[in-house]
């Protein structure tokens, strides 16, 4: 991956430099996760850098990644706050969710109870784990090879039916792989061992 | 005009003496490195571990030349670290306890993993998650900030999950779960909460018995700062937490409230000793830091680091606080962060002139931001700092103490009739066998919803005095020691053997219980001396005592001299201030009142003597005049209006 979008971002507690920090301790290429307040975003959401140029916000209480978008991400509102300030959406969005629990188990149409686990880096990815209704999930986030869309893939036990309730976007190609679309928009997986779920999130603009 | 009259009083520190008994060092820190530490401590192999603001853990094994590693990053405003191993380090996050861990050995996190999250928070910027201590049986204890104020207690959203649509509201009151409590967590993630009444517990510490600790923050039901020993089940005086009890059946009124109430061990007057305080820590140095061991030590938002000494009386912890360092900016850092309206919770306007009586040890470089402790292995304090925007002073400092012994009270305890206090060496016998170097008096705080100013204030009588043959120690006999009270000791120029003045000559004692077992038995919530109106006009320089120890004795200097800064070769000695003890014409005090009352009110132009009349209320300069006059006048009567 070429080095030189160091030089465009702009250098103050911008994550550009967060990226820049991390040139000198880690590999760049791999993702950053920030809990913070995020814009349209229940509390205590994550502000998460994927690459250069790919930045998305995933919000746990909504249940799931709320906006992706081309740019970057600016905790200086937050750092400089005294009362909470949500960090700052650097670039175009080209995907949003809104529907509250998107996810369902077993059940397409019960919301589940969701619990936080915590997350995991991992290669260029990172991985976030938590339950619903008590069944073990883990979603995987990574830039796309080319840097500018998005894999999403879930694990989910054997035997357990996943349901995904999809939303229209105006300004994202999204293809499913390793489910079937039971309705309109609405796309179920069964776990099985081996075999995940896997969305594909690229912005219009860059096809 | 109120900033000019602070930024002036740091010029004439100079002139007082410094006891070098504890250093006070710079930890430098690397660059990249955010210096708003919200969280120190060390590993087991003595590695120092700190978290900052912007939710980053650093990690070294040599502060003052590390190379420092960053462990984390991304957490979301961590207040509290615990190291159990370099692999495996906790931190609370404002939404939840997280276990870090290094799974692939390259020295950085990469498995953030959820602890424990049963608690939950909105976007109220006050739902702050405190304190990672071990308590005896190895489960986390922690804290949560509680949003809501005084008033009826909301059960709009009790006991369950967060709604979305709620959660943005600048949420007072809140529906996060278990705010204003200590709860515990143990190592597989199960969360109990403990106990209830908190405002904003912003210290959690473990005793080396392992009893639970925390440090609450003056407000609403809480009218002065705290140490409170925490008993699982119990309540400590805020309101709203209460809807979280499994036993809560509906409102409640101040009478109900009192008595579910547990006291605080030791109260903390607001002003003179802080204003926010943080993380207490046991000095379980073994002497490596000095005479205290044992105690506890407790760091302030202001430039103030306290000391607390506990006993059990009847079964129940209280004790006395004492300064430690604490610097006179202290008062000018509360002013220019919290404003006038922060600092007047609960004292009105009138709180300013608890920030008084003493003068601080002066010029010492601590910082303000003391919010976080830790003790490293060579005995040495850690002082991780942050204001978090509210001021200037974010960083670590570390206090080393020099070998020589402080003039100090070492304890301060109750006895039969009064008080024993020992001290860390050896003190002038007659001076201790002397009435006029005691000051005593009593006051309490009331327990109300909006909090309360000190009341039932009076002079307490010293009707004996028993040295010891060691004179280490004195034992005081008082008159009428009454439960329930804060006693407040100063002592007049006392001195040790060798010749050094006690460092910090004050000391506050929480008497909730007399030795056998008595507690205060009048109302919790009103005053029973009724404070006489000044309406008359009758100024009092007892109160002007007060003011002159707090906002002129720096200049004046406490033998009302003034005096100046020495100069050098080429610096003319600077003039420090007025001396009132002068009795020649065109002196200080042959000046008329309505002369002297416009120089303390609108300042000398052109003079290092600042305005005052932005800080203190006509009544207050009439007080503090009176004074003046009574202490430094033709006639000094100062001790006939002492005693």
Partial sequence: ?207 | MRKTAITLIPLALASLALANTYEIEEIPLPKEMSPELSGVAFTPSGKLVVVNRHGEVWITADAKSGPWRRFAFGLHEPLGVLALSEEEILVTQRPELTRLRDTNGDGRADHYETVNDDWCVTDNWHEFTFGLRLDRDGEFILSTGLPDVAGEINTRFPRVPLHMEKVHQEAKPSPGRYEGWVMKVSRDGRMTPLASGFRAAAGVGVSPDGDIFVTDQQGDYIATSTLVHVRPGRFYGHAASLKWRDDYRGPVDLEMLTQLRTPEAVALPHGTMGGSPGEPVWDTTGGKFGPFAGQVFIGDFTKLISRVFLEKVAGEYQGACFPFIRDAVGLAAIQANSGADNLTIPAGKDGLKYFRDVPPRTGTPLRPGNMRMAFAPDGSLYVAQTTRGWGQGDGLQRIVWTKKTPVEIAKMEVTRDGFRLTFTTAMEAAQLRDAKTYRLGRFRFLYLPKGSPRVDETLAEITGIRVAADHRSVELAVRDLQPGHIYELELEHLRSVGGGLVENPQAFYTLTRLLDGRTFTGPMSEPRIIAEQKANGVPDPEAGRRIYGTFCVICHQPDGKGGALPGTADTPATLVAANFTLRDAGSPLSKPDIELLKIITDGAPGKPMPPFGSVLKPDEIRDVLAYLRAAFGETNHSSSIQR
């Fill in chain 1, 1 to 207: 991956m070429s080095r030189a979008w160091t030089h465009a971002v702009p250098w103050l507690p911008i994550l550009g430099m967060q990226w820049l920090t991390c040139l000198c301790m880690t590999n760049a290429a791999e993702p950053q996760v920030f809990r913070t307040f995020m814009p349209e975003a229940g509390p205590s959401a994550f502000g998460v850098v994927l690459g250069p140029d790919l930045a998305l916000c995933y919000d746990d209480l909504r249940g799931g990644v709320n906006q992706v978008w081309l740019g970057s991400l600016d905790l200086t509102p937050t750092f400089q706050a005294k009362i909470n300030q949500p960090a700052t959406i650097k670039g175009t969005v080209f995907y949003k969710e809104g529907k509250v629990q998107p996810l369902r188990v077993n059940d397409a149409t019960k919301a589940p109870e969701r619990r936080f686990k915590g997350y995991r880096y991992d290669k260029n990815a990172v991985i976030f784990h938590y339950t619903l209704d008590g069944v073990a999930i883990r979603e995987t986030l990574r830039a796309s090879d080319e840097g500018h869309g998005m894999m999403r893939s879930w694990s989910v036990p054997e035997g357990v039916a996943l349901f995904f309730h999809a939303e229209t976007q105006p300004d994202a190609h999204v293809t499913f792989d390793g489910g079937e679309e039971i309705a309109p928009g609405v796309w179920r997986h069964v776990g099985q061992s081996g075999k995940s779920f896997m969305m594909v999130i690229k912005p219009r603009s860059k096809s």
